[in-house]
């Protein structure tokens, strides 16, 4: 699964790139890889998909709806969980570009500008708010259980809960092929970060720990319907 993130992530930097979508409406599909950040310690890279659908408000602003799905799993010792959770989050994005001071005739600025141009334009941060929800199976020592008991912990007695997170993400949005009105397709490398705040990602609840989990992704975006 490495070998063959890193080559797709190599080909979308080396592909014939242009400047952010003028197309005000994208769809995405992609998929990568999960680890976690648990009471178990030893996380275990896992496979996950996802789907979305973004809105320019301006070439390099975008709001967006993001559905995930996937596992997370972990050990320590002879502890061990997987979660094959659904997620699904709201969220924005913006772009280098928008602060690059880059011409009102967004058009002609993508049939012009340089290769490493359009690439720096299209680095983005974000964050959202979306919902988790868990469907987790673990395996735990006797030994483990009473630890817990002893320090402040417990086994959490609901395994498949919905609860908040917050995602934030960073990555590039690398359109290819020109038309007169920009790209239609793009390919997208993302890392998402996501915060829990009920601890329950791997089913042991430790009130000093906060669970978390990343997931680095790449994908096919596709616009729709040209600007005026």
């Known amino acids: 699964m490495k070998k063959l993130f890193f080559t797709l992530l190599i080909f979308g930097c080396l592909v014939t790139a242009s400047a952010q ?18 009471d178990l310690g030893n996380s275990e890279l896992a496979f996950a998909w996802y789907g979305e659908g973004d809105y320019l408000l301006s070439p390099f ?21 997987k979660n094959n959770y659904y997620a ?7 772009r280098l570009g928008q602060f690059m ?7 002609n600025y993508t049939l012009g500008a340089s290769n490493l141009e359009r690439i720096i334009t299209n680095v983005y941060i ?15 020592t006797t030994d483990y259980i009473n630890y817990l008991s002893n320090n402040g912990g ?4 609901n395994r498949s809960g919905i609860h908040f997170i917050v995602p934030l993400n960073i990555g590039v949005d690398l359109p290819f092929g020109r038309t007169l009105y920009g790209p239609k397709w793009a390919i997208n490398v ?11 990602l ?27």
């Open 190 to 200: 993302n890392y998402q970060h996501n915060l829990t705040f009920n601890d329950n």
């Open 21 to 38: 979508f003028s197309r005000p409406i994208s769809i995405g599909a992609g998929a990568g890889a999960t680890y976690g950040l648990t």
């Open 101 to 107: 001071g880059l011409p009102d005739n967004y058009s």
């Open 154 to 157: 417990e086994v959490a007695e």
């Open 126 to 140: 974000g964050a959202g708010a979306g919902l988790l929800k868990n469907r987790i199976s673990r395996n735990l």
């Open 61 to 81: 602003i975008s709001v967006g709806l993001h559905a995930q799905k996937g596992e997370v799993n972990g050990h320590g010792f002879d502890n061990s969980f």
């Open 202 to 228: 791997d089913g042991i609840i430790n009130k000093q720990k906060s669970d978390q989990y990343g997931f680095m992704s790449i994908g096919l975006k596709y616009a729709f319907f040209n600007r005026n």
């Open 88 to 94: 699904g989050n709201l969220n924005a994005k913006v």
